[in-house]
């Protein structure tokens, strides 16, 4: 059976579950598996560059922030890359937070990017 539209998959739910009592939870269904893909899938199209400038030594994470492919600082040349560490660690190695350098290093810590070393 080809599944070309969304009703086709219900109609194909359905038909495997050979049971009529439980149709109504099939919508349900879909939506709790279209999410769980969701999390797990990652594609070239679910990619998108990220530009922004380090404010008070962190970055704002993006909206839909899914995961961190590549970061780099663009000011220098060549372009710098980031190394990705936790939080932790760029805070026991540089427990100073005031402007040093470039940093080398990246992480996520809640709803921001920080860095390490501080940046300038």
């Known amino acids: 059976m080809a599944l070309a539209t969304y009703a086709d998959i219900q109609t194909a739910v359905a038909a495997e579950l050979h049971r009529t009592d439980l149709t109504s939870n099939i919508i349900d269904w879909i939506t709790l598996a279209e999410s769980r ?3 797990q899938l990652r594609v070239r199209q679910m990619e998108t560059t990220q530009a922004s ?3 008070a030594g962190v970055v704002a994470v993006p909206t839909n922030y899914i995961e961190l492919k590549d970061a780099y600082i663009s000011s220098t040349n060549p372009y710098r890359n980031l190394e ?3 939080s932790g660690w760029i805070y026991d190695r540089y427990p100073t937070r005031s402007s040093d350098t470039y940093p ?3 992480a996520r810590q809640g709803t ?5 070393p501080y940046p300038d």
Not at 112 to 116: A, Y
Request: proline content about 0%; cysteine-free.
């Open 53 to 55: 400038t380090i404010a």
């Open 112 to 116: 921001n990017f920080i860095f390490g």
């Open 37 to 39: 893909i969701n999390k």
């Open 104 to 106: 080398a290093y990246i």
């Open 84 to 86: 990705r560490r936790n």
